[in-house]
């Protein structure tokens, strides 16, 4: 067995009010791929930037040897010279720039602050290859996939010479395909001798990539286990994050019986949406659904299937050119052309990309919360802090936000405290209506369950909730319906007693087989 080529000591990392990491211990043998997992705030992202030099020597307390040596990290760029590389969740590339500009950018190859283009283009081509895409170096980042820029930056990471990579939630962004082969990546570099160290709450791609896995509860250490032997299951490791047993996934549901005479909390017909620019393509087409209240409807569908822009565009036309159709809200005509007014209809829209649309990153707990209903917490259009302050305590308290204070600014709060937040945002305002468009992406299941369980409660209080997921098993465990879309259409619909993964995949990919299917039929023809 390969000895160490890491080893971080007794970590101690502290920020005003908060202890991020409490004597945390981590070994990494040379050529393995090491995954370090816990629930949000456990401290993992906090630790890799202490060991790739965001958090500088001197700012935390304890020892880190690699190769042997004692490190002293005063920035990225001496962790970077070392060969220690970390990817971040949130990409650090420049869209409007070339590939090969993004792969050698700060590592320019020139002679006396000249750049030899031939060079650079040719040394990036044999990266991108070795990372297995085919786009030509000068292709615009802005020009390639989301799983293609994931890529890239590891192409960016092989020519910085990388002897121990590190992957914050690489596919958190991914659909399966692209992470697939993220994951397929992993393993070629492993069988080159890089060593790699990722952090992932999806306990299937540890078990698929990962060699020995670190796990991480409330800043500290508890264990680490070899994947591959028979006694660290699923729920082992997620015994360790959490600290008990998690029996049950998805909190205990009755399947909701509508009332046979009452209107639909939320009714669509016929709704259609032209994409933004192309104006000939339908990204929605002719969709009609309802959500009853006390009802959570599941909405699953493949990458581009539609329901984010069908979601968007119901929600204040936020997405694409509107082409027609009707919302009702308890049978009645509502319109709901702009944000404020499908707000003032009792609407709610919770965003998967809660950091851009979801947040203000830089402001506090309390004003993120208030900013959904604001008269709420004024007197004649003045805010009144103390009932905005003991608003925002009670969520902190009620939906178990983990942080000091709600004056903490909520950039600093792990993802699944951050969604937390933009729940609480919403239900503030008062919604009868909830759509959540992928609500648990990024968390790990503690947090995961703790949002079943709010999601669960407001529809117990007779909410209509409209659940986006791509991971069929939360749609399984939660919903009383579930609708499956495909190239912008319905597909199926799906009652609760009926649905499996095996179904809802079939009509998840009806277009394709479809168009498969007439495709053979014409050349049989």
Not at 49 to 57: D, E, N, R, T, Y
Not at 277 to 301: N, P, Q, Y
Not at 348 to 366: F, M, P
Not at 382 to 397: L, P
Request: hydrophobic content about 40%.
């Amino acid at each position: 067995m390969a000895g160490p080529v890491l080893e971080m000591r007794s970590i101690i990392k502290t920020f005003p009010g908060v202890t991020a990491l409490s004597d945390v211990s981590l070994t990494v043998r040379a050529g393995e791929v090491h995954a370090v997992c816990g629930e949000n705030g456990a401290g993992k992202s906090t630790l890799m930037k202490i060991l790739s030099g965001v958090h500088p020597h001197g700012s935390y307390e304890g020892e880190i040897l690699f190769r042997g040596e004692p490190c002293r990290f005063k920035d990225i760029g001496a962790s970077e010279k070392r060969g220690i590389v970390i990817i971040h969740q949130e990409l650090a590339l420049v869209p409007h720039l070339s590939l090969a500009e993004n792969i050698f950018l700060g590592n320019e190859h020139a002679t006396r602050g000249v750049i030899s283009w031939d060079r650079t283009l040719r040394h990036a081509a044999a990266l991108l290859r070795r990372v297995g895409l085919d786009e030509h170096p000068q292709t615009r980042v802005a020009d390639i996939g989301v799983g293609k820029q994931q890529l890239v930056e590891i192409a960016k990471a092989l020519a910085k010479e990388v002897k121990l990579l590190i992957l914050d939630e690489p596919t958190a962004a991914l659909n399966d395909e692209d992470s697939g082969k993220l994951l397929d990546l992993m393993e070629e570099l492993k069988g080159q001798g890089i060593t790699s160290i990722i952090i992932s709450h999806k306990l299937n791609e540890i078990a698929r990539v990962a060699d020995s896995v670190t796990v991480l509860r409330d800043g500290r250490s508890i264990e680490t286990l070899d994947v591959k032997a028979p006694e660290t299951t699923e729920e082992r490791i997620i015994r360790g994050m959490v600290g008990r047993d998690l029996d049950h996934r998805f909190p205990a549901r009755t399947p909701h019986e509508p009332e046979r005479d009452a209107a639909p909390a939320l009714e669509i017909r016929d709704w259609t949406v032209h994409h933004p620019i192309d104006r000939h393509r339908k990204v929605v087409d002719g969709v009609s659904l309802t959500v009853r209240r006390g009802e959570i409807v599941g909405i699953a569908g493949l990458m581009g299937a539609g329901r984010t822009e069908l979601a968007m565009s119901v929600f204040g036309r936020s997405y694409g050119r509107y082409g027609g159709g009707t919302v009702l809200k308890d049978g009645v005509e509502i319109r709901t052309r702009t944000v404020p007014e499908a707000v003032g209809h009792g609407i709610a829209y919770v965003t998967e990309d809660r950091k851009h649309y979801g947040l203000n990153l830089i402001d506090t707990i309390n004003r993120n919360i208030s900013l959904g209903a604001l008269p709420k917490v004024a007197r004649r259009g003045i805010v009144d802090e103390r009932e905005e302050t003991r608003v925002s305590e009670g969520f902190r308290r009620s939906m178990n936000i983990k942080a000091p204070t709600v004056f903490e600014p909520v950039g600093r709060l792990s993802g699944g405290n951050q969604q937390k937040v933009v729940l609480s945002k919403w239900i503030f305002a008062g919604p009868d209506v909830l759509i959540l468009d992928e609500p648990t992406r990024g968390i790990d299941v503690g947090a995961k369950y703790e949002i079943y369980t709010v999601v669960d409660r407001l529809a117990a209080e007779g909410r209509a909730v409209l659940l986006i997921s791509s991971e069929l098993p939360e749609l399984l465990g939660m919903c009383d319906r579930v609708y499956t879309m495909a190239a912008g259409r319905l597909t199926g619909e799906v009652p609760r007693a009926e649905a499996t993964q095996e179904l809802l995949m079939r009509h998840m990919t009806k277009d394709k087989q479809d168009r498969k299917g007439t495709k053979d039929m014409r050349e049989h023809a």
